[in-house]
């Protein structure tokens, strides 16, 4: 069993800057695949990246490419998705998950999910 808990969300300004972090409980958090999805309002959940057990790959959506880099350390069992140039389509629940491997990820298969923290962008 693995448990997540995200933090770093907040309202920022369009331009702005944010850190999303992720704990994750338990021993075999460096076996996992780990990635960010996101839900805007009225729109159903997306995938926006992923990065192998051991951080040496990732993945982004082209959404976020080159804006969002995702990256791990597993000896803190923490993964972070540092969010640069926010726009207010970034706007919304942004939420960790664990999964097998960065492939079945990013097609948003995953074994467990955070309860998500929220990301509001202003104009």
């Known amino acids: 069993q693995v448990q997540l808990v995200e933090s770093g969300g907040g309202l920022v300004q369009a331009g702005d800057s944010l850190r999303l972090s992720c704990a994750a409980s338990?021993?075999?958090?460096?076996?996992?695949?780990m990635g960010w999805f996101r839900q805007a309002p009225g729109k159903e959940r997306e995938f926006v990246a992923t990065?192998?057990?051991?951080?040496?790959?990732?993945y982004a959506a082209d959404s976020v490419k080159g804006r969002f880099p995702i990256s791990r350390d597993n000896a803190k069992n923490t993964v972070y998705l540092q969010m640069n140039n926010l726009n207010p389509e970034d706007t919304g629940i942004y939420y960790c998950?664990?999964?097998?491997?960065?492939?079945?990820?990013?097609?948003?298969?995953?074994?467990?999910w955070g309860q998500g923290t929220q990301v509001t962008v202003s104009p």
């Open positions: 990065i192998s057990p051991s951080g040496g790959t990732s």
């Open positions: 998950a664990a999964g097998s491997t960065i492939l079945t990820m990013a097609r948003g298969l995953t074994n467990y």
């Open positions: 338990g021993r075999t958090f460096s076996s996992y695949a």
